[in-house]
């Protein structure tokens, strides 16, 4: 993860059409048009162009719902905080930027670090501070997907496109993407604090490839981080996208995966 991890005239209402089934799933009607048009043989679209989509979590899937500064400072302000928004977020990235002596920064829940770093963003050492704001980040409420995430993840994976998370992240993570409804969307969770590596070692990427048994040259990672991302994933031949430079929506990862055109 990178320093820089619902629901919006009675007589005239319908009901919408109910998801149509194809072989025991619901399909969108997009991915219905994709795979009779592929069963058909008749040219409209070409296979996808990756067969495997890695995403990285903190900072690509998962955004959080307000500014780390903001909620450090909201909720400490009970419990004697009183740094400024701009001081907290400046110590949040000096933490959690520096060295970590240990092997993984995430091993099972991930405390050790994340006390570190929310006293270094606060000043805060008070267990129950940290508490609070550490289950705050522990539940979906307090995180977002980016617009239009569950809909490329659907498409996706009605074209057949086998979907990963790899993530550097700790033992709340499956938790928050069960919350945020995308957890069943997904062949394969890689998650560092549970396989024991962190990206960029490239053994994180190839655990996440032999579970979704895609080859390197066959899948692209999405991801924020220049080094954790980008280096480790194109050191064992796996393309990466950065997110917000490469790629700035999930709309805009569709469409370079399914891309159309004359087989």
Known sequence: MS?????????????????????????????MRRRLSAAAG???????AYGGLLLDAGGTLLQVARP???????????????????SIKEGFKRAFAAPWPKTLRYQG????????????????TDDDYFEEVYQHYAHGDAWRL?????TTLRELKDAGV?????????????????????????????VSSEVGFEKPAPEIFK???DQISVEASKAVHVGDDETADKAGANA????????????????????????????
């Open 162 to 190: 086998k979907l990963a998370v790899v993530s550097n992240f700790d033992t709340r993570l499956r938790k928050l993407l069960k919350d945020l409804n995308v957890s069943d969307m997904f062949d394969a969770i890689v």
């Open 207 to 209: 655990i996440a490839l």
């Open 109 to 124: 829940d991930g405390r050790p670090f994340w006390r570190i770093v929310v006293a270094e963003a606060t000043g805060c």
């Open 42 to 48: 008749s040219g409209g679209l070409r296979p996808p």
């Open 68 to 86: 780390v500064a903001e909620t450090y400072a909201s909720i400490g302000r009970r419990y004697g905080v009183t740094k400024p928004e701009k």
């Open 3 to 31: 320093p820089a991890a619902a629901a919006r005239y009675p007589l005239l209402w319908r009901a919408p059409p109910a998801p149509i089934a194809v072989l025991g799933g619901a399909v969108s009607l997009s991915g």
């Open 236 to 263: 064992i031949g796996l393309e990466c996208w950065l997110w917000g430079e490469d790629v700035k929506t999930f709309c805009e990862i569709q469409d370079r995966i399914l891309t159309a055109g004359p087989q």
């Open 146 to 150: 980016p617009d239009g995430a569950d």
